[in-house]
């Protein structure tokens, strides 16, 4: 069946530091990729997302490239901030059928 | 434009007592989901409806949950008898129109605590 692994964490990095959150999945279609976000007291929101091979979904300085080749969605930032600290989902959802799966996701803190 | 609203947000029972959640979707959005998110994994899909019929209802323990969406607007979820294990963050989540590369809004969640 379809699944998503994604790096354990927790993550800590010191804020300006480079981000690399890795994901990897396994599907029988094409799926559609995701990351989640949930900050700490809030519900998750959409981070960003890609539809097909080659595509890069970015947003708030987060990007990740849908590679078919090695099956990876890993998510990456530049320069990181300590606002970034909360725990990230990567995710799919198969063609045809929107119910999304997701991995059991990855917290990330970000020291000033 | 208001958000997926739920309530409550918080709640601890004792196992074999029932609990309800409430969701009420944004409007205008035909698919509603609840996923269930225990602790240190991801969320993971109960059940969908499309309106007020179900989608997808596999992944739900059919023998103690139950969820309804009667006029294809707001939802209901219910748990009966509670289990220790049923302690989780319960999620709403809706779309417009369900159907690959569309975008599904989440609620805050209801975090169950089961004694």
């Known amino acids: 069946g379809n699944s998503v692994t994604q790096m354990e964490g927790p993550v800590t990095l010191s804020e300006e530091a480079f981000l690399t959150i890795n994901c990897t999945y396994t599907a029988t279609g094409y799926p559609s990729l995701f990351w989640y976000v949930q900050y700490p007291g809030e519900g998750l929101q959409l981070l960003l997302k890609?539809?097909?091979?080659?595509d890069k979904g970015s947003n708030k300085g987060f990007e990740a490239t849908y590679r078919k080749e090695t099956t990876s969605f890993h998510l990456e930032k530049g320069s990181v901030q300590v606002s970034d600290s909360a725990v990230y989902f990567c995710?799919?959802?198969?063609?045809?059928?929107?119910?999304?799966?997701f991995g059991k996701g990855t917290r990330l803190h970000i020291l000033p | 434009e208001a958000g997926v609203a739920q309530s409550p947000r918080y709640k601890i029972i004792e196992k074999r007592q029932s609990v309800a959640f409430w969701c009420n979707p944004i409007s205008g959005h035909a698919t509603l989901y609840w996923y269930q998110q225990i602790l240190g994994q991801g969320p993971k899909l109960l059940i969908q409806f499309q309106n007020n019929g179900v989608v997808d209802d596999s992944q739900l323990p059919k023998d103690r949950f139950s969820a309804e969406r009667l006029k294809g607007v707001d939802s209901t979820l219910k748990i009966q008898p509670a289990k220790l294990e049923d302690s989780a963050v319960y999620l709403c989540a809706s779309s417009l129109r369900g159907g690959l590369g569309n975008t599904i809004y989440f609620g805050e969640g209801s975090w169950l605590t089961v004694v």
């Open positions: 995710a799919l959802s198969d063609r045809g059928d929107d119910k999304i799966i």
């Open positions: 890609a539809t097909k091979a080659d």
